[in-house]
């Protein structure tokens, strides 16, 4: 059975920080990883999708990296503003499952 | 496009009653998928399909069941509601591929008192 752990469970860092969000996944069979944002009361927004033959996923300050060999993905948020104040999911999708197995989220808390 | 749809975005439920939680997407996937969230968890499984008239069990479907009679429809049944059920309810869809993103709806928050 695919597990996923996220940690820390929750960051408060000062703006303009860099900073890392880390997801471990117990089966390294995956197809991809995908890495969401939460808001308080809302939807699921995709942030990045990283195939199982890729290492890293760029948007904007966001860079997400892929170590399947050792279960590892990083989410890398450079200068972090107030505005990306959330809760942070990442997901795997394991071979041969037709469902994403979810981690339970770092919710982030970015001080102006 | 709209994207996935999901009605009621709220509800207030009595022990024993029954409810359907309404999805649809508007681009034209296969795969659909139910899942619930409890506070501070990551989201669960409780039901999906490949395609019209196909359903499968998840990690949590017992007090669920789902149909899927077009591609744009996929609603989830609470037959007869428990407070174990008091949660938000997310839907969603991707297509075929297996290399390919999933999309979420906006989600249903169902407190069952």
């Known amino acids: 059975k695919q597990e996923v752990t996220q940690i820390p469970a929750a960051l408060s860092v000062p703006e303009g920080e860099n900073l890392v969000l880390n997801c471990s996944f117990t089966d390294s069979a995956i197809y991809n990883l995908q890495w969401f944002r939460q808001d308080p009361g809302k939807g699921l927004t995709s942030l990045l999708l990283?195939?199982?033959?890729?290492r890293e996923q760029t948007s904007g300050r966001l860079n997400a990296s892929l170590d399947k060999s050792s279960g590892r993905s990083t989410l890398y948020i450079a200068a972090s503003q107030p505005g990306d104040s959330a809760t942070y999911l990442c997901a795997v999708r394991r071979t041969g499952r037709r469902a994403l197995t979810f981690g339970s989220g770092t919710r982030l808390q970015v001080q102006p | 496009n709209a994207g996935v749809t999901q009605t009621p975005k709220f509800r207030i439920l009595k022990i024993g009653q029954s409810m359907t939680l309404q999805c649809t997407q508007d681009m034209n996937h296969n795969y659909m998928y139910w899942y619930r969230q409890d506070p501070g968890m990551g989201l669960k499984l409780i039901y999906y399909s490949v395609g019209a008239g196909i359903t499968d069990k998840g990690e949590v479907p017992n007090g669920y069941n789902v149909s899927r009679s077009t591609t744009e429809d996929f609603p989830l049944r609470l037959e007869l509601a428990a407070p174990s059920q008091t949660s938000v309810y997310f839907c969603?869809?991707?297509?075929?591929?297996?290399?390919?993103?999933?999309?979420f709806g906006q989600g249903t928050r169902l407190t069952v008192v």
């Open positions: 969603a869809s991707r297509p075929d591929r297996p290399d390919t993103e999933a999309f």
């Open positions: 990283i195939q199982s033959s890729q």
